[in-house]
């Protein structure tokens, strides 16, 4: 079969999502404290690991083809492995999916940072992958439960998610908030707001300049024609420099000065919310669901206070939170498709934001619920989280026996808890 330009876009795509979980690592590690750098950055990178052996051996073969069980899942007997009959198309869009189930559960991780056992996460990634993250991708991309000939899909309307809305961002930012519920607050936590700083403002803005470079794949990678490639461009660029100036200004208004953190996560915040709605929004309309982005997300972030959530890297303010934005806006925002439907202010009436709605509920619930099952299941076994004294000794060391900077002579004797505190 000849390779077509299709296939080598998509080709590339994937090669850009694969970057943006290694630039996740970077923004992640940076954010993280000094004594647990390492270990947030193991957490993306073993992520790879896991999620590649896995999608190839049963993974990619629930989403894609006709469904079991009503719609749930699809087929996981259609695999690399045991497939002699897949084709170098189908291995192309293999290769694409996968990188998609790899960044999604690695964004969880930065929630639990500083206080989770690397073996425990080396559990939950795999079970987690198979049963949440793939059958819900079946069910809004493979023709389950929420796509056109669902039953959610028929009852409520088909939602509009063309890169992860429900399926990566409020998916991971939800289980994200169930496992900090389940691991519980860093001994640290809430004694100020001020607690707890990047040790690494440099690194942060390295792994947000991976991530929009990865995005454009992201989002992109599925486009259907040079018009819609187009759109998805702009919108990919348009929102997230949106989002970035609006976070920038509420930091200005709220705190007297905008920070550098603050762009990072107004450029991820956007991303993320433009996700679901890249091909089905006009630019201005992308420029909006980037404003609301920028500002919803850092306000949310603050939340984590109030409520008592140790949410130690913002995961739930900014992919919970721009995610269900992005997702709802196309109630509001999405253009009509032929000159019929669209969102509110096109007159295509609540049908559009109703399905919208619906989607994001159902993804509430669903991954509510499996995430809090798997999170106790191992939280009551092989246990969760480190105990205190290797929270405070910090889990680069314990976990991995390693420290995250050492130079020369010192390195023998580098002690990073007595680091951070001259700090």
């Known amino acids: 079969m000849e390779l077509t330009a299709g296939d080598v876009w998509v080709m590339i795509s994937a090669a850009l999502v694969l970057l943006m979980t290694p630039g996740l690592a970077f923004f992640y590690g940076g954010m993280a404290r000094a004594k647990a750098a390492l270990n947030m950055i193991m957490m993306s990178f073993v992520s790879v690991g896991i999620v590649g052996v896995v999608w190839v051996l049963w993974g990619y073969g629930m989403p894609p083809v006709p469904g079991i069980l009503g719609g749930l899942v699809g087929d996981p007997t259609r695999d690399v492995g045991l497939s002699s009959h897949v084709g170098s198309t189908d291995l192309v869009g293999i290769g694409y999916g996968a990188t998609f189930a790899i960044i999604t559960v690695a964004l969880i991780s930065g ?249 994001t509920a159902f993804t509430l619930v669903f991954t509510g619920v499996l995430t809090a099952l798997i999170g106790l299941a191992i939280h009551r076994t092989i246990g969760f989280r480190v105990s205190a004294e290797d929270e405070a000794r910090g889990v680069d060391l314990s976990e991995h026996d390693e420290a995250a900077y050492a130079f020369g002579e010192e390195a023998a004797s580098y002690d990073p808890i007595a680091e951070e505190t001259r700090a």
Not at 132 to 153: I, K, Q
Not at 248 to 261: A, L
Not at 330 to 350: H, I, N, Q, S, T
Request: a neutral charge; charged letters at 10%; hydrophobic letters at 55%.
């Open 111 to 359: 929630a639990v940072a500083d206080r989770t056992r690397f073996g425990a996460w080396s559990v939950f990634v795999p079970v987690w992958v198979t049963l949440v993250y793939c059958p819900l991708a079946f069910m809004v991309w493979g023709g389950g439960l929420l796509s056109a000939d669902g039953l959610l899909g028929r009852t409520f309307g088909e939602a509009i998610d063309f890169a992860g809305g429900t399926v990566v961002h409020i998916n991971a930012g939800l289980a994200a908030l169930v496992l900090v519920y389940i691991i519980g607050s860093r001994s640290d936590f809430g004694r100020s707001r001020g607690f707890h700083k990047p040790h690494n403002i440099p690194l942060v803005m390295v792994g947000t300049a991976l991530l929009w470079f990865g995005w454009f794949g992201f989002n992109g990678g599925a486009a259907g024609s040079v018009e819609e490639a187009g759109l998805i461009w702009v919108n990919t660029l348009a929102a997230p420099a949106a989002a970035m100036l609006a976070w920038m200004v509420t930091e200005r208004v709220r705190d007297g000065r905008p920070t550098s953190i603050g762009a990072a996560s107004g450029v991820v915040a956007g991303l993320v919310a433009i996700t679901p709605a890249c091909a089905s929004v006009s630019v201005l309309g992308a420029l909006a669901i980037g404003v609301l982005a920028g500002v919803g997300s850092a306000l949310a972030v603050g939340l984590k206070y109030r409520f008592g959530y140790d949410d130690a890297l913002d995961v739930v303010g900014v992919h919970l939170v721009a995610g269900i934005i992005g997702t709802v806006a196309l109630g509001f925002l999405a253009l009509p498709v032929d000159g019929e439907g669209g969102g509110l202010l096109y007159g295509g009436g609540a049908a559009q934001l109703v399905a919208q709605l619906a989607a």
